[in-house]
Protein backbone atom coordinates (compact mmCIF):
# COMPACT_ATOMS: atom_id res chain seq x y z
CA UNK A 1 0.00 0.00 0.00
CA UNK A 2 1.34 3.41 -0.68
CA UNK A 3 1.70 6.43 1.24
CA UNK A 4 -1.40 8.71 0.60
CA UNK A 5 -0.29 11.94 -1.35
CA UNK A 6 3.53 10.54 -2.36
CA UNK A 7 2.56 9.22 -6.29
CA UNK A 8 0.80 12.49 -7.04
CA UNK A 9 1.65 15.46 -8.44
CA UNK A 10 -1.29 17.58 -7.28
CA UNK A 11 -0.25 19.98 -4.34
CA UNK A 12 -2.53 18.79 -1.72
CA UNK A 13 -5.96 20.60 -1.26
CA UNK A 14 -4.40 22.03 2.33
CA UNK A 15 -1.36 23.20 0.45
CA UNK A 16 -3.53 25.29 -2.26
CA UNK A 17 -5.99 26.43 0.28
CA UNK A 18 -3.74 28.11 2.39
CA UNK A 19 -1.38 29.45 -0.18
CA UNK A 20 -2.74 32.86 -0.59
CA UNK A 21 -1.08 33.85 2.33
CA UNK A 22 2.09 33.51 0.54
CA UNK A 23 2.79 36.36 -1.86
CA UNK A 24 4.51 36.02 -5.75
CA UNK A 25 8.03 36.74 -4.89
CA UNK A 26 8.10 35.26 -1.41
CA UNK A 27 11.08 33.01 -0.54
CA UNK A 28 9.59 28.98 -0.32
CA UNK A 29 10.99 26.05 1.66
CA UNK A 30 9.45 22.93 0.61
CA UNK A 31 10.73 20.37 3.07
CA UNK A 32 11.23 16.48 2.61
CA UNK A 33 9.52 17.82 -1.18
CA UNK A 34 9.95 14.40 -2.59
CA UNK A 35 9.04 14.60 -6.57
CA UNK A 36 7.76 18.29 -5.86
CA UNK A 37 4.43 18.61 -6.34
CA UNK A 38 4.66 22.01 -3.71
CA UNK A 39 7.73 22.93 -5.41
CA UNK A 40 5.91 23.09 -8.76
CA UNK A 41 2.92 24.84 -7.09
CA UNK A 42 4.43 27.75 -5.48
CA UNK A 43 7.21 28.20 -8.73
CA UNK A 44 3.90 28.60 -11.04
CA UNK A 45 2.69 31.11 -8.50
CA UNK A 46 5.76 32.66 -8.78
CA UNK A 47 7.64 32.08 -5.84
CA UNK A 48 11.52 31.24 -4.92
CA UNK A 49 11.39 27.80 -3.99
CA UNK A 50 14.20 25.29 -2.77
CA UNK A 51 13.29 22.24 -1.99
CA UNK A 52 15.47 20.28 0.31
CA UNK A 53 15.07 15.70 0.23
CA UNK A 54 17.52 13.11 0.38
CA UNK A 55 16.60 11.78 -3.27
CA UNK A 56 18.75 13.30 -6.14
CA UNK A 57 16.58 11.50 -8.54
CA UNK A 58 13.19 12.87 -7.69
CA UNK A 59 14.76 16.67 -7.04
CA UNK A 60 16.89 16.62 -10.46
CA UNK A 61 13.65 17.38 -12.70
CA UNK A 62 12.72 20.35 -10.33
CA UNK A 63 16.34 22.40 -10.60
CA UNK A 64 14.61 24.12 -14.04
CA UNK A 65 12.16 25.76 -11.96
CA UNK A 66 13.32 26.06 -8.36
CA UNK A 67 16.59 25.72 -6.44
CA UNK A 68 17.17 21.86 -4.79
CA UNK A 69 19.76 20.84 -2.34
CA UNK A 70 20.31 16.96 -2.16
CA UNK A 71 20.37 16.95 1.96
CA UNK A 72 19.70 14.18 5.12
CA UNK A 73 17.97 16.60 7.26
CA UNK A 74 17.47 13.60 9.54
CA UNK A 75 21.07 12.59 10.07
CA UNK A 76 23.36 15.83 8.62
CA UNK A 77 23.28 19.45 9.80
CA UNK A 78 20.22 21.83 8.65
CA UNK A 79 21.38 22.84 5.54
CA UNK A 80 19.35 26.47 6.22
CA UNK A 81 21.26 27.54 9.35
CA UNK A 82 20.46 31.04 10.51
CA UNK A 83 17.88 31.13 7.12
CA UNK A 84 14.44 32.36 7.27
CA UNK A 85 11.82 31.51 4.66
CA UNK A 86 8.34 33.64 3.76
CA UNK A 87 6.76 30.32 3.66
CA UNK A 88 7.80 26.60 5.48
CA UNK A 89 5.83 23.90 3.96
CA UNK A 90 5.88 20.49 4.55
CA UNK A 91 3.58 17.40 3.73
CA UNK A 92 3.83 14.13 4.70
CA UNK A 93 7.12 13.80 6.89
CA UNK A 94 7.70 14.14 10.36
CA UNK A 95 10.94 13.98 11.58
CA UNK A 96 9.80 15.41 15.35
CA UNK A 97 13.72 16.30 16.54
CA UNK A 98 13.43 18.87 13.54
CA UNK A 99 10.11 20.41 14.15
CA UNK A 100 11.70 23.62 16.48
CA UNK A 101 14.32 23.85 13.22
CA UNK A 102 11.15 24.11 11.28
CA UNK A 103 9.62 27.05 13.50
CA UNK A 104 12.49 29.03 13.46
CA UNK A 105 12.94 28.94 9.93
CA UNK A 106 9.47 30.79 9.69
CA UNK A 107 10.41 34.41 8.85
CA UNK A 108 9.03 37.48 9.88
CA UNK A 109 5.76 37.88 8.33
CA UNK A 110 6.05 34.11 6.92
CA UNK A 111 3.79 31.03 7.33
CA UNK A 112 4.03 27.48 7.80
CA UNK A 113 1.85 25.04 6.21
CA UNK A 114 2.17 21.62 7.70
CA UNK A 115 0.11 18.55 7.11
CA UNK A 116 1.37 14.70 7.73
CA UNK A 117 -0.04 11.99 9.56
CA UNK A 118 -1.48 11.74 13.02
CA UNK A 119 -2.19 8.93 15.47
CA UNK A 120 -5.03 6.69 14.04
CA UNK A 121 -3.65 5.88 11.09
CA UNK A 122 -2.52 2.70 11.12
CA UNK A 123 -5.58 1.22 11.03
CA UNK A 124 -6.07 2.43 7.69
CA UNK A 125 -2.84 2.48 6.00
CA UNK A 126 0.91 3.45 6.15
CA UNK A 127 2.30 4.93 7.85
CA UNK A 128 2.32 2.39 10.95
CA UNK A 129 5.24 3.25 13.31
CA UNK A 130 4.21 5.64 16.14
CA UNK A 131 7.50 7.90 15.33
CA UNK A 132 5.65 8.73 11.68
CA UNK A 133 2.54 9.65 13.63
CA UNK A 134 1.89 12.79 15.26
CA UNK A 135 0.03 12.66 18.97
CA UNK A 136 -3.09 14.52 19.40
CA UNK A 137 -2.35 18.43 19.47
CA UNK A 138 1.12 17.60 18.68
CA UNK A 139 1.67 20.55 15.98
CA UNK A 140 -0.03 23.08 18.14
CA UNK A 141 2.34 22.50 21.29
CA UNK A 142 5.25 22.38 17.94
CA UNK A 143 4.33 26.20 16.87
CA UNK A 144 4.21 27.75 19.98
CA UNK A 145 5.57 31.80 19.43
CA UNK A 146 3.49 31.61 16.05
CA UNK A 147 -0.06 32.70 15.57
CA UNK A 148 -2.45 29.68 14.80
CA UNK A 149 -4.61 30.40 11.27
CA UNK A 150 -5.98 27.47 10.91
CA UNK A 151 -5.74 23.39 12.60
CA UNK A 152 -7.15 19.74 11.92
CA UNK A 153 -6.48 16.71 13.55
CA UNK A 154 -9.02 13.95 12.42
CA UNK A 155 -9.69 11.76 9.53
CA UNK A 156 -9.73 12.39 5.88
CA UNK A 157 -12.44 9.80 3.82
CA UNK A 158 -10.70 10.00 0.23
CA UNK A 159 -7.92 8.50 0.62
CA UNK A 160 -8.53 6.87 4.06
CA UNK A 161 -6.11 8.56 6.38
CA UNK A 162 -5.54 10.28 10.02
CA UNK A 163 -3.32 13.60 9.83
CA UNK A 164 -2.95 16.84 11.85
CA UNK A 165 -2.64 20.16 9.39
CA UNK A 166 -1.56 23.50 10.65
CA UNK A 167 -1.31 26.88 9.06
CA UNK A 168 0.61 29.07 11.50
CA UNK A 169 2.18 32.61 10.95
CA UNK A 170 5.14 34.37 12.44
CA UNK A 171 3.32 38.08 13.01
CA UNK A 172 5.14 41.17 12.69
CA UNK A 173 7.11 42.84 15.73
CA UNK A 174 4.51 44.82 17.44
CA UNK A 175 3.13 48.03 16.09
CA UNK A 176 2.72 46.68 12.43
CA UNK A 177 -0.96 46.85 11.31
CA UNK A 178 -2.41 43.29 11.95
CA UNK A 179 -2.52 40.92 8.87
CA UNK A 180 -5.85 39.80 7.73
CA UNK A 181 -5.71 35.76 6.87
CA UNK A 182 -9.14 34.91 4.81
CA UNK A 183 -10.82 31.67 5.76
Not at 128 to 150: C, K, M, S, T
Amino acid sequence: MSVPGHESLEASPWVRRWSQLVPAGARVLDVACGGGRHVRWFAQRGCRVTGVDRDAAALAPLSAMAQTLVADIENGPWPFDGQRFDAVVVTNYLWRALLPTLVASVADNGVLIYETFAEGNATVGRPVNPDFLLRPGELLQAVHGLRVVAYEDGFLAAPERFVQRIVAVRESPAGASPRRYPL
